[in-house]
């Protein structure tokens, strides 16, 4: 059984072995029942995880013969562009 304490603001961590099996992240919904003194806690919405391979190719700059510096490199208009098409 693992165990947690409170904190002044109603703070609980919940442990890393129980994060990691039920997919809990950042982000993470849960859901909180109360039943007599039971707390019941649901995760609601798993965030899946996401490596940064599967980000590979999602944003391409314009292809160009002249010399292009990262710091010329939109990426929110890229985004927008990517939804045009």
Excluded: C
Aim: aromatic share 4%; net charge positive; proline share 5%.
């Amino acid at each position: 059984m693992a165990r947690a304490t409170v904190s002044q603001k109603g703070q609980v961590v919940i442990p890393a072995s129980i994060r990691r099996r039920l997919g809990i992240v950042s982000g993470t919904r849960l859901d909180f029942e109360s039943e007599g003194a039971t707390i019941r806690v649901t995760v609601e919405d798993a965030v899946p995880h996401a490596g940064v391979a599967e980000g590979y190719g999602l944003l391409q700059a314009p292809r160009s013969r002249a010399k292009r510096r990262l710091l010329e490199f939109d990426p929110a208009l890229a985004m927008r562009r990517l939804g045009r098409r």
